[in-house]
């Protein structure tokens, strides 16, 4: 029986952390191929050696129309930064390319966009702020105790290079668990702050607090104040290794629907 072709892949934010991680994961599957590197910097050089694999052929370039119209990928895989990621998917989708995003930071009016221009060319684009697993369950977690535990604080932990803050998943969170209970403001009706910003950002009542510090990866942890006792939920992503099969599992299905699809609950059986 003939092998079935092997997905196109282009990686954008090929010499960043997570860009790098993508480009191995690519190297050790068999059903997916690379056949192009996005970034702006160490154009030429060859994206399997900047990943630390062996060579693939495909040299990093900074212009996603040649890159497109030159490979004919079937799928951009985008971590970059939440500027240079509207202009990527922008190019890909009028070239027909399925975006799978992990780049944070989207406005919803953006994925609203993404969406509908899909739908215009007739394919399947993807975005998540978080592509492992146990953060997934973490989320239906979260929203299952925000039903018996309201009251709800969030504590997000990464590393100090990271641009935007709340993370994309504490925001998913947040949306998730506003959900799951009614809204109501938390804490005492005359609380101040003695320092701006002691008590974090609020979404619809909930406190999220963003930790930078180098050493960490990525780490959510969810409080639930109760009367006598208090419930945490926590997860940690330790290496960036952890989101490779959710980015995997995206770039495999990101085909089989039309239009815009958030959040790799959504995608996992
Ligand atoms: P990073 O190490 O800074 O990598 C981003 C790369 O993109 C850098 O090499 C950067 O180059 C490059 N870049 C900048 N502008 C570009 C453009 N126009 N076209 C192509 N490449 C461009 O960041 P990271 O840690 O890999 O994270 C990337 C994004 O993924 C962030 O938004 C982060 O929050 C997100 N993230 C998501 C998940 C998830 O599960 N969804 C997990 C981890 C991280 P310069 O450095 O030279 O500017």
């Given at each position: 029986m003939a092998e079935s072709t092997p997905i196109r892949v282009v990686v954008a934010g090929a010499k960043g952390r997570m860009g790098r991680e993508v480009i191995r994961m690519i190297a050790q599957t068999s059903d997916l191929a690379l056949v192009g590197a996005i970034d702006v910097s160490r154009l030429g050089e060859d994206a399997g050696v900047v990943a630390g694999?062996?060579?693939?052929g495909v040299p990093l370039e900074d212009d996603p129309q040649y890159v497109f119209s030159t490979r004919k990928p079937d799928v951009l895989v985008d971590f970059t930064n939440p500027q240079a990621v509207i202009r990527n998917v922008d190019i890909a989708i009028a070239n027909g390319v399925s975006p799978v995003i992990g780049t944070t930071g989207l406005t919803n009016d953006e994925i609203q966009r993404f969406d509908h221009a899909c739908r215009q060319q007739g394919i399947g684009g993807f975005a998540c702020p978080n592509f492992s697993l146990g953060a997934v369950l973490l989320m239906r977690f979260a929203q299952q105790a925000a039903r018996y535990l309201p009251d709800v604080e969030i504590i997000e932990m990464h590393h100090d290079q990271k641009r935007d803050a709340p993370s994309g998943t504490a925001l998913r969170l947040a949306e998730l668990i506003a959900e799951a209970r009614q809204p109501h403001l938390q804490g005492h009706p005359d609380a101040f702050e003695k320092l701006d910003g002691a008590r974090g950002a609020t979404y619809e009542g909930m406190h999220i607090h963003s930790v930078r510090l180098p050493g960490y990866v990525a780490h959510h942890e969810v409080l639930f104040g109760g009367h006598g006792q208090v419930l945490s939920l926590r997860h940690d992503s330790?290496?960036?290794?952890?989101f490779m099969p959710g980015v995997r599992l995206a770039i495999q299905k990101?085909?089989?629907?039309?239009g815009f699809v958030y959040g790799l609950e959504n995608i996992v059986d």
């Amino acid at each position: 029986m003939a092998e079935s072709t092997p997905i196109r892949v282009v990686v954008a934010g090929a010499k960043g952390r997570m860009g790098r991680e993508v480009i191995r994961m690519i190297a050790q599957t068999s059903d997916l191929a690379l056949v192009g590197a996005i970034d702006v910097s160490r154009l030429g050089e060859d994206a399997g050696v900047v990943a630390g694999v062996a060579p693939l052929g495909v040299p990093l370039e900074d212009d996603p129309q040649y890159v497109f119209s030159t490979r004919k990928p079937d799928v951009l895989v985008d971590f970059t930064n939440p500027q240079a990621v509207i202009r990527n998917v922008d190019i890909a989708i009028a070239n027909g390319v399925s975006p799978v995003i992990g780049t944070t930071g989207l406005t919803n009016d953006e994925i609203q966009r993404f969406d509908h221009a899909c739908r215009q060319q007739g394919i399947g684009g993807f975005a998540c702020p978080n592509f492992s697993l146990g953060a997934v369950l973490l989320m239906r977690f979260a929203q299952q105790a925000a039903r018996y535990l309201p009251d709800v604080e969030i504590i997000e932990m990464h590393h100090d290079q990271k641009r935007d803050a709340p993370s994309g998943t504490a925001l998913r969170l947040a949306e998730l668990i506003a959900e799951a209970r009614q809204p109501h403001l938390q804490g005492h009706p005359d609380a101040f702050e003695k320092l701006d910003g002691a008590r974090g950002a609020t979404y619809e009542g909930m406190h999220i607090h963003s930790v930078r510090l180098p050493g960490y990866v990525a780490h959510h942890e969810v409080l639930f104040g109760g009367h006598g006792q208090v419930l945490s939920l926590r997860h940690d992503s330790l290496s960036r290794e952890d989101f490779m099969p959710g980015v995997r599992l995206a770039i495999q299905k990101v085909r089989s629907w039309i239009g815009f699809v958030y959040g790799l609950e959504n995608i996992v059986d």
